[in-house]
């Protein structure tokens, strides 16, 4: 007669486990570049319909980050409008998007060889907790902070690319507010189904965010 724990041990050797491996690391936003887990709660406590119509806005939201590129009328309007370079406006996605960058106080500018779009209206003598101003914040390198909430300004590779333009938007421009109702900033700007090629694991991402508000810094009159 087999024993009890001969027997558990000869199946466990016959199962075949699949190999646990590390979780992609999350990228500076604090999301993950490849897995996403469902909410098994949420999916519990919602009705069908519920969960159809969560599903279906989620969808959507999708397809608007893939939207890629401008007719030619809207490019016309674009640049009759703000008189920015063809750069800026080929890395436009949509209007939604442009909605935003035109609300958002920026001017177009050259740093470090790049085309950029700047905040005119930064509050310089703003000051941090530890009573360092926006001013002396962005000579050492450090994104000022959004005098009207106290989170830093973030910096937005417009067109999700390597060497796209820079566009420095506030918090609730670049992810938290919503361009339409219950969609949020972050999945226009954004398309999360597909792994980032700007923050990934051989980016020297913070060495040109550092290098940009040091610039930054040199174009401000003290």
């Not at 098994?40 to 999708?62: C, F």
């Not at 370079?85 to 209007?95: A, K, V, Y």
């Not at 106080?105 to 060889?113: H, K, S, T």
Request: proline share 4%; with cysteine; net charge negative.
């Amino acid at each position: 007669m087999i024993g009890t724990d001969s027997f558990f041990d000869k199946q466990l050797e016959k199962s075949k486990f699949p190999e646990v491996r590390e979780l992609p690391k999350a990228d500076e936003m604090g999301r993950s570049q490849r897995v996403e887990f469902p909410d098994i709660s949420y999916i519990e406590h919602t009705s069908p319909a519920a969960l159809m119509e969560h599903w279906a806005l989620k969808m959507r939201e999708i397809s608007e980050s893939k939207l890629e590129g401008l007719t030619t009328e809207e490019k016309a309007k674009i640049k009759e409008e703000t008189g920015w370079s063809d750069e800026i406006i080929e890395n436009i996605q949509n209007m939604k998007q442009y909605e935003i960058l035109k609300n958002a106080g920026l001017v177009e500018v050259e740093i470090n060889g790049r085309k950029c779009l700047i905040k005119e209206n930064i509050d310089l003598d703003y000051k941090d907790e530890d009573g360092i101003s926006n001013r002396d914040r962005i000579a050492r390198g450090l994104a000022p902070l959004d005098s009207k909430t106290g989170k830093p300004i973030e910096l937005h590779h417009l067109g999700q690319k390597p060497d796209s333009p820079l566009v420095e938007l506030t918090e609730e421009e670049h992810r938290t507010g919503e361009y339409e109702d219950g969609k949020k900033n972050q999945s226009l700007w954004h398309d999360n189904t597909i792994e980032s090629e700007v923050h990934g694991e051989d980016s020297n991402w913070d060495q040109i965010r550092k290098a940009h508000w040091k610039i930054r810094a040199e174009t401000i009159k003290r």
